[in-house]
């Protein structure tokens, strides 16, 4: 399957500059065997392999044997290795002169990869291991710098190749991490459609549809996502691969990020919790079902006639929770000026039943929970080794984490009760 590229690149009328920097997605079985003479095409020279020990093996060794001229590897190991300051020292300290660079792997050594792209002004490929995140052709980096999570300037790869049977041999847990952080969309656009409802921040139907068709197309490859069905993972990746080109049209997050991936920021963080060895999509799909929960609950509450709460600003004893300095400052930045002092209340209480309306459409948490239990990722905040007693604090402090208005934030102004 050979992505077209131009009609993403078509103008929009939603009036919002879009523009796609990838030049070439190839995702079809043996798509690896297309890269050598792409690169020798394209007249680079020094290619650097960036992987792990495990993503070697699954697919490096293999696109070595296929190169004529020599590849420089950087291979690192696997065990703890996170997407923060310390890997892109390591990787960095090991890189050698390169005129293009091959991340062979998933998210972390894709973020990893990204990150050092941009800062040596050197191009990357992707080489995606897994279908295991919506991150592959995104222009930032997620990055976990200093004990913050942050999302860092990159650049996008500018070409793709996924080899959908490397992408069928891979963990079955990598794969079901993809599909919960795709399902994640759910709650990542309705937040973006209700801070256009309550404050008119521009939102683009045509990239909204994007995420969805997306959604639709991989739903209905669940059971063979749970099986590791090799056509079903290469539908997975071309709807990871859709998400990632709608950020990148948009210029940002705001299309595949939202309260879900606030929650999975905060436990990342290991603020009010000790660390858990969970993927980035598996606590993407937790957040996603406690935040429709809580959608849920609010959508009820607005119906009803809830009135505004006396919110006055951002909750210092909740920030408090942030005890390192560094980090304790960079939060209070990302919170200043605090995103909820530019909603006007009078607009908020005219639109409640148009916001109630949204978040009643929305799937429920069990409904999401039943979608991501058919593909074999996690659920429950047990599930991926934190204490359920958190969900409260959680749902209170997650909106801190970036200064995007969700609903999980705009529940603030509500005498609506997150915990």
């Known amino acids: 399957m050979k992505f077209q590229l131009d009609p993403f690149k078509a103008p929009c009328g939603c009036g919002i500059p879009h523009t796609v920097s990838v030049e070439e997605i190839v995702l079809e079985p043996d798509a690896l065997l297309a890269l050598p003479g792409w690169v020798e095409k394209r007249g680079f020279h020094q290619p650097v392999m ?79 291991t897994a279908a295991s995140v919506d991150g592959f052709v995104s222009t930032v980096a997620a990055m976990t710098w200093y004990g913050y999570k942050k999302t860092l300037p990159a650049v996008a790869p500018i070409a793709v190749f996924a080899d959908s049977r490397v992408l069928a041999a891979a963990p079955r847990r990598l794969t079901a991490s993809g599909f919960a952080d795709l399902l994640g969309k759910i709650t990542a656009l309705a937040d973006w459609r209700a801070s256009h409802l309550v404050t008119g921040e521009p939102v ?32 997975l990746m071309y709807g990871l691969l859709l998400s990632g080109l709608a950020m990148q049209m948009m210029g940002n997050s705001r299309p595949a990020s939202g309260a879900e991936h606030h929650f999975s920021h905060l436990w990342e963080m290991e603020v009010i919790n000790p660390h858990v060895d969970a993927l980035h999509g598996e606590k993407v799909g937790v957040g996603l079902v406690l935040a429709l929960a809580y959608y849920h609950r609010l959508a009820d509450a607005l119906s009803a006639g809830v009135g505004l709460s006396g919110y006055d600003g951002v ?105």
């Open 50 to 128: 960036l992987c792990d020990h495990n993503t070697r093996a699954a697919a490096g060794d293999r696109l070595l044997a296929l190169f004529d001229c020599p590849v420089e590897v950087v291979c690192l190991d696997p065990q703890g290795l996170h997407a923060d300051e310390k890997a892109v020292a390591l990787a960095e300290s090991q890189l050698p002169e390169a005129d293009l660079l091959l991340a062979v792997g998933s998210g972390t050594i894709h973020d990893i990869t990204r990150y050092l792209a941009a800062k040596k002004g050197i191009p990357f490929v992707s080489v995606p």
């Open 315 to 419: 909750e210092k004893e909740l920030l408090d929770r942030f005890e390192a300095p560094d980090v304790r400052r960079q939060v209070e930045e990302e919170n200043t000026p605090d995103p909820l002092a530019a909603v006007d209340r009078e607009k908020l209480l005219a639109v409640r039943e148009e916001l109630a309306a949204l978040l009643h459409a929305l799937p429920t948490g069990e409904e999401a929970a039943g979608m991501l239990r058919q593909a074999g990722a996690p659920v429950t905040m047990a599930d991926i080794g934190l204490d359920e007693g958190l969900a409260g604090l959680s749902a209170r402090l997650s909106p801190y984490v970036r200064a995007r208005l969700t609903v999980m934030r705009l529940a603030k102004l509500w005498d609506f009760p997150l915990a």
């Open 204 to 235: 683009c139907d045509r990239i909204c549809q994007m995420e969805e068709d997306a959604m639709d197309a991989v739903c209905r490859q669940l059971s063979g996502i749970g099986a590791g069905d090799p056509d079903a993972c290469e539908a």
